[in-house]
């Protein structure tokens, strides 16, 4: 008897991770990756600013492991196991319930708990999105900055036929 994958699973083969299919998915996707690449400064100094009075506890305390990370061989071939990475991760409850979590690469706990805590204001009431919009546009345009410096940098190699070889 063979086995078949149910007919919305997704396996891997045919799994694109960047188009989700729930809008609000790829919505939370997308904060949370800004979060995660936000400096601990930035993200302490939002809080303490605009939303300090909210109340809250940990779901689960800031814990440092590791994960594997994982490439593909000409960025769409065969995956193979890049390395490991530390990571620290963070859940949070606020005071009405609503849970927020986090993963950030790194060591820095309270960079991951702040993570979290923005996770679970997005989720509650979005409070925090003109924020977080501001985070992605700075974000973007350090990474255009940075493709434009390696660009100027790129150096194109070419053969030329000397036709001694002949």
Known sequence: MTAHPAPNARTDQNRNADTPTDPHIAARQKWMSVLARTSRARLETEWSENHSN?????????????VMVRGRAGGAGQRFNLGEMTVTRCAVTLSD???????VKGRDRIQAQYAALFDA???RDGSASDFIDTLAAEQAAAKRDLARKVAATKVDFFTLVRGEDE
């Open 54 to 66: 909210e109340s809250w506890t940990h779901l689960r305390e800031p814990q440092i492991g590791m």
């Open 97 to 103: 319930g609503t849970v927020g979590h986090s993963y």
């Open 121 to 123: 204001v997005m989720l």
